[in-house]
T-cell receptor, first 113, second 111 residues
Framework: GNSVTQMEGPVTLSEEAFLTINCTYT??????LFWYVQYPGEGLQLLLK?????DKGSNKGFEATYRKETTSFHLEKGSVQVSDSAVYFC????????????FGKGTRLSVIA | NAGVTQTPKFQVLKTGQSMTLQCAQD?????MYWYRQDPGMGLRLIYY???????DKGEVPNGYNVSRLNKREFSLRLESAAPSQTSVYFC??????????FGNGTRLTVT
């Protein structure tokens, strides 16, 4: 079956530090990969996505590259801000069969000034 | 744009009571979903509806029922609430299974 494993948090960084949140997956078929972000008291919002191998998704300074050879989709940002403090979820779906998204357990990021 | 609207925002139930969580979307999406979020567990799919008139079980359907009332609305019912159902519940909608749009959640406590 499909599954997503992401690094456990919480992750605490100083402002302007480099961020990496690891995500690996197992999937049947060709998955599409996503990162969602959840700010306090809100629902999840799509941050970025990649639909095929070697694609790079990017948004708001965050990037992730779909690596088929390592089955990974690590989230990176070069310089985090306090406003990036949130919970980040990696997710996948296999378009064939129209299966619902499967989420990782989430990684809480706290950025301190 | 309202997007996905969930009601209520908060609810406290006693064990054995029943309630229905409401969800409506105004984006004309075919697919709708109910997830629960628990600490350390991430989001787990309860039920989903790929299109109006169809519903399917997700990962954790026991103790819940759903109704896809029309294309806009997808409700989640707890017939006899249990403390294990204390959670934050999220409704979402999408075109196919890509790029879900989430509501702001319902925080449910069962005592």
């Amino acid at each position: 079956g499909n599954s997503v494993t992401q690094m456990e948090g919480p992750v605490t960084l100083s402002e302007e530090a480099f961020l990496t949140i690891n995500c690996t997956y197992t999937a049947t078929g060709y998955p599409s990969l996503f990162w969602y972000v959840q700010y306090p008291g809100e629902g999840l919002q799509l941050l970025l996505k990649a639909t095929k191998a070697d694609d790079k998704g990017s948004n708001k300074g965050f990037e992730a590259t779909y690596r088929k050879e390592t089955t990974s989709f690590h989230l990176e940002k070069g310089s985090v801000q306090v406003s990036d403090s949130a919970v980040y979820f990696c997710a996948l779906t296999t378009i064939s069969g129209n299966t619902p998204l499967v989420f990782g357990k989430g990684t809480r990021l706290s950025v301190i000034a | 744009n309202a997007g996905v609207t969930q009601t209520p925002k908060f609810q406290v139930l006693k064990t054995g009571q029943s309630m229905t969580l409401q969800c409506a979307q105004d984006m004309n999406h075919n697919s709708m979903y109910w997830y629960r979020q628990d600490p350390g567990m991430g989001l787990r799919l309860i039920y989903y509806s790929a299109s109006e008139g169809t519903t399917d079980k997700g990962e954790v359907p026991n103790g819940y029922n759903v109704s896809r009332l029309n294309k806009r609305e997808f409700s989640l019912r707890l017939e006899s609430a249990a403390p294990s159902q204390t959670s934050v519940y999220f409704c979402a909608s999408s075109e196919e299974a890509v790029a879900l749009h989430f509501g702001n959640g319902t925080r449910l406590t069962v005592t």
